[in-house]
């Protein structure tokens, strides 16, 4: 016997409490313990809360781990066969972010989880790049609050190839945000490196590197360094293309006290 619809749906509910309230996802467990075995090896199952029975028994160092691992590893390992017909029922299921993201909490590597999640949207939307999957599954560890896996697969994605290069730049640009917003001093000193790096990079995208110029400036007023954040600023004005937004050239010349053109 497995979970009850509406047993999936509160437990997807909690996922986002997981970090702050590991108790509230392990008291939901506990209730269930008898069917837990079933529930991760449920074929299709919900990913999603497979992923979170997973971590949460991890997490929680439980004696339930290992046998739920091995009851989950072959539904996980199924799903690029199972992906091929790419019906639109499956996917509300089994949406690939989501068992990358059960095959890493059932302990497999990163670039063997990206693979499992580039099935599905191999099926689903075409080829992607690897570094575009690991960001999807960043974005979906995003939405449930999972920060360290967050930053981990942002981490991943920026040395990964991606179909589209301006992705590419996104993810730069992110993975810098996380690590100034969570990374020690080192970790912030390697993020604005790395903005720099893309601001310079006149092959990059420029609305990210107007973005990285924008949070390169914002840093140097923090740190009192007027001049090198004007100098950003002005960079960043530069690249903008005043025709088509001219609100970012407004908020630009706010930033520097200077009036727009007459």
Do not use: N
Not at 113 to 129: H, I, N, S, V, W
């Amino acid at each position: 016997m497995t979970w009850t619809q509406s047993d999936r749906q509160t437990f997807a509910d909690l996922l986002p409490r997981h970090d702050e309230a590991p108790e509230e996802v392990m008291a939901f467990l506990e209730a269930r313990r008898s069917v837990l075995t079933a529930e991760v090896g449920a074929d299709p199952g919900v990913d999603q809360v497979r992923a979170g029975i997973l971590r949460a028994l991890r997490e929680a160092g439980d004696a339930d781990l290992e046998v739920c691992i091995a009851a989950a590893l072959p539904v996980l390992r199924a799903f690029p066969e199972q992906v091929k017909a790419a019906s639109p029922a499956l996917l509300q299921r089994r949406h690939p972010s989501w068992v990358g993201l059960a095959a890493l909490e059932a302990g497999l590597s990163i670039a063997d989880a990206a693979e499992l999640a580039a099935a599905g949207f191999r099926a689903f939307t075409g080829p992607q790049g690897i570094g575009d999957v690991l960001w999807a599954m960043a974005e979906a560890a995003d939405d449930v609050s999972w920060s360290l896996r967050h930053s981990e697969l942002l981490a991943a994605a920026v040395r990964a190839d991606f179909v589209d290069r301006s992705q590419h730049d996104q993810v730069r640009l992110l993975w810098a945000l996380d690590r100034l917003e969570h990374g020690d001093d080192v970790a912030r000193s390697d993020a604005e490196a790395e903005l720099v790096s893309l601001a310079d990079d006149v092959e990059a995208d420029e609305r990210t590197r107007i973005h990285g110029l924008w949070v390169l400036a914002a840093r140097r007023r923090l740190a009192a360094d007027e001049a090198t954040a004007r100098r950003y600023l002005l960079a960043a004005l530069a690249l903008v293309d005043e025709a088509e937004e001219p609100d970012t050239a407004e908020r630009i010349r706010q930033a520097l006290g200077a009036p727009g053109p007459s």
